[in-house]
C-alpha cells in the first residue's frame, strides 16, 4: 500500500516570497500524484495532476509541481505567494492503472501574511 | 453545472444516536466516495461506489457504519450508534471513471462535507 507524507504541517511566509511544500510518497510501482487545495471556508479541489510525461506540471493560478521519480517526491512550488494562497494543502498519491485507491497526506497550512 | 451536494452542513448529536448524511454528485459521474476526515489529517477513504456497486468498502466500520446508492446517484451515510470518536467531517467526491482504460481520470471532485459533531 502507498503512503505519502508532508513534513511541513504550517508554514507562515510573507507576500511575494517564494513558495516550497514538500511531499513524498512510497509505494514501489507506477503512480498518479495530486495536489488538492482547500481554502478557508471552501471545500477541496484540484491543484494539478501529474500522470506520465513531463514531470514539471503547471496547475492554477501559478502553482506547479515536480515529479522526481528517483527521491518520490513531488514538491509543490510557487515563485511569489499572495494572500489569497492562504489555504490548506493536500499531496496525494494512487497507482497507476485502473482504479487504485487515493491516498491523502496529512495536510499543510499554508498562511500567507500580507 | 452544479458541484458535488451535501446535507447537512452541520450535525450535532449525543452519542448512541443515529446519524445519516446525504450526497448528491456531480451529474453523469458514475463513481462516488465518501470519505472521513479527522482534525489535522487528510481524508481517508470509507467507501467507494461504481454506480450502485460498492467496490470497496475494506475501510467502513460495518458494525456501525452502513452507505447505500441505491439507484447509482445520490447517496447516503449512516451511524447508527454514534460514539465520541465519530466527531470527524463527512466527505463526499465523484468522478467519472471509465472500465478498461489504462488509466482512469482519477481527478475527484468534492463536496462541502457534512461537519459532526457527538457530543
Known amino acids: 500500500a502507498q503512503s505519502v507524507s508532508q513534513h511541513n504541517h504550517h508554514v507562515i511566509l510573507s507576500e511575494a516570497a517564494s513558495l516550497e511544500l514538500g511531499c513524498n510518497y512510497s509505494?514501489?510501482?507506477?503512480?498518479?500524484l495530486f495536489w488538492y487545495v482547500q481554502y478557508p471556508g471552501q471545500h477541496l479541489q484540484l491543484l494539478l495532476k501529474?500522470?506520465?510525461?513531463?514531470?514539471l506540471v503547471k496547475g492554477i493560478k501559478g502553482f506547479e509541481a515536480e515529479f522526481i521519480k528517483s527521491k518520490f517526491s513531488f514538491n509543490l512550488r510557487k515563485p511569489s505567494v499572495q494572500w489569497s494562497d492562504t489555504a490548506e494543502y493536500f499531496c496525494?498519491?494512487?497507482?497507476?492503472?485502473?482504479?487504485?485507491?487515493?491516498?491523502f497526506g496529512t495536510g499543510t497550512k499554508l498562511q500567507v501574511i500580507p | 453545472e452544479a458541484g458535488v451536494v451535501q446535507s447537512p452542513r452541520y450535525k450535532i448529536i449525543e452519542k448512541k444516536q443515529p446519524v445519516a448524511f446525504w450526497c448528491n454528485p456531480i451529474?453523469?459521474?458514475?463513481?462516488l466516495y465518501w470519505y472521513l476526515q479527522n482534525l489535522g489529517q487528510g481524508p481517508e477513504l470509507l467507501i467507494r461506489y461504481e454506480n450502485e456497486e460498492a467496490v470497496d468498502d475494506s475501510q467502513l466500520p460495518k458494525d456501525r457504519f452502513s452507505a447505500e446508492r441505491l439507484k447509482g446517484v445520490d447517496s447516503t451515510l449512516k451511524i447508527q450508534p454514534a460514539e465520541l470518536g465519530d466527531s470527524a467531517v463527512y466527505l463526499c467526491?465523484?468522478?467519472?471513471?471509465?472500465?478498461?482504460?489504462?488509466?482512469?481520470?482519477?481527478?475527484?471532485?468534492f463536496g462541502p462535507g457534512t461537519r459532526l459533531t457527538v457530543l
Open positions: 451529474s453523469g459521474h458514475n463513481t
Open positions: 496525494a498519491v494512487n497507482a497507476a492503472g485502473g482504479y487504485q485507491k487515493v491516498t
Open positions: 467526491a465523484s468522478s467519472l471513471e471509465g472500465r478498461g482504460l489504462a488509466h482512469s481520470n482519477n481527478e475527484q471532485f
Open positions: 509505494y514501489g510501482g507506477t503512480v498518479n
Open positions: 501529474y500522470f506520465s510525461g513531463d514531470p
